[in-house]
């Protein structure tokens, strides 16, 4: 308790200047009171659990962090604008800021896939490390720069699951002719290996999957897909998801917008993007399980892993994705390259570290 009055005092003191004694916030410059009503556009359906709740806490956050100056409206996919349409509307001003991930913008950038997830690629935690300590947000604010938008890390789900499949793959010939909602560079893998993806964004997921206009769909993991009840759609859920290891979500800003704020708010956003960039990732961390449980125990829903020569030969696809990836252009090969390099890096401490911790826990 005493070194909390002390940071008390020191705090009240700090807020003093000098021998005046006069609080220096009453000698804000004018901008200081400005009040900044923005709109964010999400790819997500309003609310949802975790992905949709992100944005909603963002905004939360910001508006008290900044006494009401930065007002933040959120909008659910298709109230503004369609999901898949965030990208081009924060980069034209329709909205200052959307929430979204990345690889959905793969059609238009396919480098964008390094800053949500790549088959095989990093998890959380690396990733984590990767964009803010080994270069990557760097890189990722140099190929949304052309494009007027400044991204940020703001939420991970973590690990997903392989997804909900309508009959088992027992083998690499099952996925022959597979229709599956599936994004990314995970998409191109499952088409290498014979399947037919299909981007849906995740509000057309569950009647797509139950009319069978696809076969089978990965969304996140037990907690968003018991929400979405893809359970009452598909028998099995397969695991782990390879395609997904560890999927970074994203919040972008416009850039004209970014360059109106004074450098406090600019800082809370800064701030408060990686808040729930944690935020996400405990959540799902601490729901996913009990989700599972409730699925397999009261929903009988039927769990299997992948066959080890399934994920061989999806891995084998992936690295060919992957590395074609680098050749888009120079800035996807130095992305590629940062990307690869890390995750070499990383995998080779994390065998005696995390891997090898879990392997003996
Ligand atoms: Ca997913």
Redesign the pocket.
Same mark, same amino acid.
């Given at each position: 308790m005493k070194n909390v009055s002390l940071i008390v005092i020191a705090v009240i003191l700090a807020s003093c200047s000098g021998e005046s004694g006069q609080p220096t916030v009453s000698a804000a410059s004018p901008s200081k009171a400005q009040v900044y009503r923005w709109k964010m556009i999400t790819t997500w359906p309003k609310n949802l659990p975790g992905l949709g709740t992100a944005p909603e806490r963002l905004a939360q956050k910001l508006k008290i962090m900044s006494a009401g100056r930065l007002d933040i409206k959120v909008y659910g996919a298709g109230e503004l604008v369609g999901a898949l349409e965030v990208f081009d509307a924060v980069s034209q001003g329709t909205a200052q800021m959307g929430h979204g991930a990345a690889y959905y913008w793969r059609g238009k950038i396919p480098a964008a896939a390094f800053f949500a997830t790549v088959p095989f690629g990093m998890n959380a935690q690396e990733m984590n490390g990767w964009l803010h300590y080994g270069g990557g947000l760097e890189l990722w604010r140099e190929l949304y720069a052309p494009f007027n938008l400044v991204p940020f890390a703001a939420g991970n789900?973590g690990v997903?699951m392989a997804g909900w499949f309508n009959k088992e793959i027992n083998s690499v010939a099952d996925l022959e002719g597979l229709k599956m909602r599936i #994004?990314g560079l995970g998409g191109e893998v499952l088409a290498r290996a014979g399947g037919t993806p299909v981007v849906l964004p995740g509000g057309e997921i569950f009647t797509a999957l139950q009319t069978g206009v696809i076969d089978a769909t990965?969304?996140?993991g037990p907690y968003n897909d018991l929400a979405f009840s893809l359970h009452t759609a598909a028998k099995y859920y397969y695991y782990p998801?390879w395609h997904?290891p560890g #999927?970074t979500l994203e919040a972008m800003v416009n850039k004209e917008a970014w360059d109106s704020l004074p450098d406090d708010l600019q800082m809370m956003i800064e701030v408060a993007t990686k808040a729930i960039n944690e935020d996400m990732l405990s959540e799902f961390t601490a729901r996913n399980n009990a989700a599972l449980v409730t699925l397999v125990e009261e929903h009988g829903v039927q769990l299997r892993r992948l066959p080890d020569d399934v994920l061989a030969k999806l891995k084998d696809i992936s690295q060919e994705v992957v590395a074609e990836a680098a050749l888009e252009n120079e800035l996807a090969g130095r992305i590629h390259d940062s990307y690869t390099t890390f995750q070499q890096d990383v995998s080779k401490y994390h065998a005696y570290s995390e891997q090898a911790y879990l392997n003996a826990r």
């Open positions: 789900s997903q #994004p990965e969304w996140v998801g997904e #999927p």
